[in-house]
């Protein structure tokens, strides 16, 4: 395939962390022990679906967390990677609109990219009961009325499945209700990097049909500000500003008093005019050209043969319905999902660097080059599950799920003129001999077609032993096949032809049993001690063909015998505390993840593809912590934070003795900090006649991390492209350090109420206007380009928000 502060202030801001937060936990738990049980429950608890049923938040055994509607609200937070800067062990690699990767504790096998559709999620992304996530592109769901967004850490294959190795996140939505006529709306304007406007609009209604029938309706419309700057010949400002665009639509019905049927459909569009990419080295702009103009790219710039594009249709139809039979629940959840997603990127260096490998002309090396990367899935899934619905001691669930998915993938890498350059160059008719049926002036083609099929059941039930001892204990068996044909045509392609399903080489199948145990001791009402066990699993898979003919015969040799890849698999070990009292909650964690046959994805360097392997064994440790606390009334504090170690326990080498990729034993693990922390204050003061003025602050570290195992070696590195081009020798180096630097992001804002539902917030994101460097971004092993995709800088914006 072809693709594409100082360290003693954080020290010092993440032990301040620790201090803090476990003196107020050290309180929180004398004050537990001392009180017992004389502490009221909070009126105002947060009630979770994790369990599969209802159950407050802190009384799930295991870690969680969930932010609210009001929590999103003020924070400003319109995404997931807002939501992950403030949630313990949570991470997110952007690559893009709608293209971010999601770990958990650390469980992170490396940046995938668009072109491997075949790698699967490690953490599995719900929209209430419905499975929305693919391996690269999560939907960017937006954010409004949300009930909450829950984070599962630790894996969840007893009754998640698959994709659920590292965790689970849940955006859950406010439901249809009978009670009352009720609505918000919602407008937004913001200036990103002081000249890019963005904005957005929403709104959700709830209108009571009967007191057995209600609809809830939601729409929004979002206009991104860009804020990279292209040059070159489709250069420009802001080139990478977007929109998205959307609605859900929910009714429930309740013909019985035991029977709730819920039908729904939800739309959106994602559409980006291009990429967050900050470049510093491409094949048309370096300072080392003599016979055209050297350009050094600067901050939050990058150069354009042609403007980029991606586009995302994302459609879910599901049915909820839920049969009360008298001290069992029967629950049947089914669901399709349609997603089509286009990438169209600048392929021109990628291209332009081949070309100059192929001795064509300089005019054949400036074609604008645009490689169109299409994704078309259809998935359906049902599960059907039994739950305990009494107060007796023991309370269970069982169920069956099947799911079957159709993904077609393609590639085209239309370059209008190219063959012409060709067959002067190679020879008369070579374009037309390699083509392989595919269009032609298009050197790279490619189509893939997947067939998955998925069946599973699982069980889990616990058991109140009294005295405050409860066990809780399941497991799932799952069973899995997937097929796959591979088609490539192109000068760059070897024209391959796996056309047969059903060939060894294009199938891949496995099954296994993922068990948990939860051992849950309640000292008090308000403090409670867990242990658990749990295994979870990732599917594998079959790696695409090397593009022999762009590879070096060392890449190919080093590359080129890794077909298949195995199933991943993980145990995790885990002791959580968690602890509520008047006027706080602490919860604490520590874990210990045994990683085995971990999927690492690596550049596969000149070859222009990537490459799956398995680390036979690594590892993730860590501690997390949440605490919460009203010291004073109107006053709120919370602080948030991570630090954990995640690293490969084996080498893996080729026949050489040569480490591949960079997994080495001690090596970290790519893409996730080792210390994230999060600290947030809030003021709430009443002003007079029902109004209110709130204050709230933020502050989010990031720690430093690495996009790709191999990127801590020989680091910083010297990139030299080999490529003679406009009088550059290609034997210049560009050096660039890769290891992603750490970041804080401070918040601010104000907030006017009043008593009728009216709210107007003034808020600046980002204050000191830093550039997170979230990923690094090489075409074709960095000969051709060398880029960082960059967050979002300072932030300024109003939003008004108006409840009846």
């Not at 996530?133 to 599962?152: C, K, Q």
């Not at 023991?394 to 079957?404: A, I, K, Y």
């Not at 799956?612 to 690594?618: L, R, S, T």
């Not at 401070?746 to 460097?773: C, H, K, Q």
Request: glycine share 10%.
């Amino acid at each position: 395939m072809i693709n594409n502060s100082s360290n003693g202030a954080v020290r010092r801001f993440v032990l301040a962390s620790v201090a803090v937060s476990a003196l107020i936990a050290g309180n929180a738990a004398a004050q537990t022990a001392q009180a017992a049980d004389a502490a009221e429950t909070d009126s105002n608890e947060i009630i979770v679906t994790a369990t599969k049923r209802n159950e407050t938040l802190q009384n799930v055994p295991f870690s969680i967390n969930a932010v609210t509607a009001e929590e999103l609200q003020r924070s400003n937070a319109t995404t997931l990677e807002d939501v992950s800067r403030s949630v313990a062990g949570l991470t997110i690699q952007n690559l893009g609109p709608g293209q971010s990767q999601v770990a958990i504790r650390g469980v992170s096998s490396g940046q995938i990219v668009r072109d491997q559709p075949g790698v699967k999620e490690q953490v599995g992304i719900y929209l209430d009961e419905s499975v929305i996530s693919l391996s690269l592109f999560t939907p960017d769901v937006d954010l409004f009325d949300l009930a909450r967004v829950e984070t599962l850490r630790g894996p969840q294959g007893t009754l998640f499945g698959s994709g659920s190795v590292g965790g689970t996140v849940r955006f859950i939505t406010a439901q249809p209700n009978t009670d009352k006529l009720e609505g918000s709306v919602e407008a937004n304007v913001n200036l990103v990097a002081e000249d890019a406007v963005g904005g957005s609009i929403k709104g959700a209604i709830n209108v009571p049909l009967s007191d057995r029938a209600a609809v809830r309706a939601v729409g929004y419309y979002t206009r991104y500000g860009g804020f990279i700057d292209a040059l070159g010949p489709a250069g420009g400002n802001n080139v990478n500003s977007g929109e998205r665009y959307g609605g859900r639509l929910a009714l429930t019905l309740k013909p019985t008093d035991t029977l709730t049927i819920t039908p729904r459909v939800v739309y959106q569009e994602v559409v980006a005019d291009g990429f967050n990419r900050q470049e510093a080295f491409n094949l048309y702009a370096q300072p080392f050209t003599t016979t055209r103009p050297a350009i050094q790219l600067g901050n939050r710039q990058q150069y354009l043969l042609l403007r980029e594009r991606f586009k995302d249709k994302f459609l879910l139809a599901d049915l909820n319905i839920g049969l009360d039979l008298g001290g069992v629940t029967v629950t049947s959840v089914s669901s399709y999902v349609n997603r089509d997603v286009l990438v169209s990127r600048d392929a021109s260096a990628l291209t332009g660097s081949v070309s100059v490998d192929l001795g064509l002309p300089t005019a054949a090396v400036l074609l604008p080059s645009n490689l169109r990367d299409t994704t078309d899935v259809e998935q359906f899934s049902q599960e059907l599950r039994l739950s305990s619905n009494s107060d007796g001691p023991l309370q269970w669930v069982v169920g069956g799920f099947f799911t079957d998915q159709k993904r077609n993938y393609a590639q085209r890498l239309p370059t209008p003129g190219y063959d012409a350059f060709v067959d002067a160059t190679l020879g008369a008719g070579t374009s037309a001999a390699v083509a392989n049926g595919f269009p032609l002036n298009s050197p790279y083609n490619a189509d893939l077609r997947y067939k998955l099929q998925q069946w599973a059941i699982f069980g889990e039930a616990s058991y109140n032993f009294g005295g405050g001892f409860k066990l809780t204990a399941g497991g799932r068996y799952y069973n899995f096949d997937e097929k796959r044909t591979f088609q490539s045509g192109g000068l760059f392609s070897n024209s391959d032809n796996f056309t047969n399903f059903n060939a060894p080489g294009n199938r891949t199948s496995s099954d296994g049993f993922t068990p948990r145990v939860i051992a849950s001791y309640e000292a008090s009402r308000n403090f409670t001690v867990n242990l658990q066990a749990a295994k979870g699993f990732r599917l594998g898979g079959v790696n695409d063909p090397l593009n022999a003919g762009l590879c070096s015969a060392q890449d190919l040799a080093i590359f080129g015998g890794y077909q298949r890849y195995s199933d991943e698999t993980l145990w995790n070990y885990e002791a959580n505390v968690k602890a509520r009292g008047r006027g706080f909650t602490a919860n604490a964690a520590v874990f210990y993840n045994d990683i085995n046959n971990l999927q690492v994805t690596l550049d596969a360097g000149s070859c222009s593809s990537r490459v799956v392997f398995n680390a036979p064994k690594a590892h993730s440790f860590g501690f997390e912590w949440e605490v919460t606390a009203n010291p004073a009334p109107g006053f709120d504090v919370g602080i948030s934070g991570t630090i954990q170690d995640a690293r490969f326990d084996s080498t893996v080498r080729d026949g050489t003795g040569a480490v591949i990729g960079g997994i080495r034993d001690g090596n970290r693990l790519p893409t996730v900090p080792q210390f994230q922390v999060s600290a947030n204050a809030s003021y709430e003061a009443q002003i007079g006649n029902g109004q209110t003025a709130t204050f709230l602050a933020s502050i989010q570290h990031v720690g430093n991390r690495y996009t790709q195992p191999g990127d801590q070696e020989n680091n910083p590195r010297a990139f030299v492209s080999g490529l003679p081009f406009a009088g550059a020798s290609g034997n210049d180096a560009t050096l660039l350090n890769l290891r992603l630097r750490d970041y804080q992001l401070v918040n601010l804002s104000i907030t006017w109420a009043n008593s009728s539902g009216l709210s107007i917030s003034a808020y600046v994101n980002n204050v000191f206007d830093e550039t997170p460097l979230l990923s690094f971004d090489r075409e074709r092993g960095g000969r051709a380009r060398l880029a960082f995709n960059v967050g979002q800088p300072r932030t300024i914006g109003i939003t008004a928000r108006k409840k009846f």
